[in-house]
Every structure is written in structure tokens, then in C-alpha cells.
């Protein structure tokens, strides 16, 4: 296999691993905690916000060196330019955002702050989840626009 297989398999693999723990969190975990999950929700968020923290910075890291690769391999760097492939600079942005989540904010202690400081708990719960359902809507939505465009669709 050349390098820009294993590059895409990389890119896919790690992809598939970081937003599907995000769909997981998403649609099965944070909807249990809203309905009485445990006496302890924010205890069970942490128990996997810290398993799942670390695995999400390597599969990050992992997407951005392999995307970086293959723009260089493909000598697509014009294609930032360029209207059709808004999925590439939407992929970009997306990753860059989530630089700033999880090796910034996060490590900085925004997420415990947001978590121990509202005093609505129920009212910050259904923030949380708002904002990790956005995420993901926004993930998909670029898989798919990744998807069909590279195949030409
Ligand atoms: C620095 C960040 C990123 C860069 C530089 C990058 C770059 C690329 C490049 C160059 C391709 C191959 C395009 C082609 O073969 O024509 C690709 C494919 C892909 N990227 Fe990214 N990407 C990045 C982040 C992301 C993120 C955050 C996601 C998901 C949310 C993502 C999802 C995908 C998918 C699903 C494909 C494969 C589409 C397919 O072959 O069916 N990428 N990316």
C-alpha cells in the first residue's frame, strides 16, 4: 500500500474511533444522565470524560498529520480555494476547534468550571448536550460532504 493509503486509512480509522465516542456520548450516555442516571451524574461524566479525553487528543493528532500528508502528497493545496471543496476547509476548521477544546480549554479546566459552576444542574446538563449534539450534526455533515466529494459526487 502506498503512503497516501495508509494515510486515508489513518485519516478514516481515526475519525471513526473520535466521532463515534462523540455519537456515543451524544445519543446514549448524556441522554441517560438527564434521566437519572446514578446518585452521581457528574461523577460518571468525569469516569468517562477522562477515559475518553486522551483517546480523542491522539485520534486528533492522528487526522490532522495524516491530512496534512495527503494535501501535501496530492499537491491539494489550491483546493482550499476552491467553492466545491468547502468540506476540506469545513474538515480544517472542525479540527481546529477541537485543537483548541481538548489540548487548551479543557486541560485549563473550562469543562469542571462549566460543570461545578452552574447552579441549574438540569438546565446545564441539557446545555451539554445541545452543544455535543451540534458537534456531531456538524461532524456528520462533513463526513458526508467528504464522502460524496472525493468520490467525485
Ligand atoms: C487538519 C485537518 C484535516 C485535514 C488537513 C484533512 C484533509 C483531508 C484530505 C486531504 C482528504 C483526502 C481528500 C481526497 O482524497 O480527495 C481527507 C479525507 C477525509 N477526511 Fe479529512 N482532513 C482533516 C480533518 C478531518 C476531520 C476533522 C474529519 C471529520 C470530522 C475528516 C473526515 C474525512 C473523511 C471522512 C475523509 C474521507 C472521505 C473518503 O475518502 O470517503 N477530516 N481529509
Known amino acids: 500500500m502506498s503512503g497516501l493509503g495508509i494515510a486515508i486509512v489513518i485519516h478514516v480509522l481515526a475519525v471513526v ?3 463515534g465516542g462523540l455519537a456515543f456520548v451524544t445519543a446514549v450516555f448524556l441522554p441517560a444522565v438527564r434521566h437519572g442516571l446514578g446518585s452521581d451524574p457528574r461523577a460518571a461524566f ?3 470524560e477522562n477515559r475518553f479525553a486522551p483517546q480523542a487528543r491522539i485520534a486528533v493528532l492522528l487526522i490532522g498529520a495524516s491530512g496534512l ?3 501535501w502528497r496530492l499537491h491539494a493545496w489550491n483546493w482550499l480555494a476552491q467553492a466545491s471543496f468547502w468540506w476540506l476547509d469545513a474538515m480544517i476548521l472542525y479540527w481546529l476547534l477541537f485543537v483548541l477544546l481538548l489540548f ?3 486541560p485549563a479546566g473550562l469543562l469542571k468550571r462549566a460543570i461545578h459552576g452552574a447552579a441549574d444542574e438540569a438546565g446545564m446538563w441539557r ?3 445541545r452543544f455535543h449534539l451540534l458537534m456531531l450534526a456538524i461532524a456528520l455533515i462533513i463526513i458526508g460532504a467528504a464522502a460524496a466529494g472525493t468520490h467525485g459526487f
Open 17 to 19: 474511533w473520535w466521532i
Open 46 to 48: 468525569y469516569q468517562i
Open 69 to 71: 500528508y495527503m494535501l
Open 104 to 106: 487548551v480549554l479543557e
Open 127 to 129: 446545555r451539554m448536550q
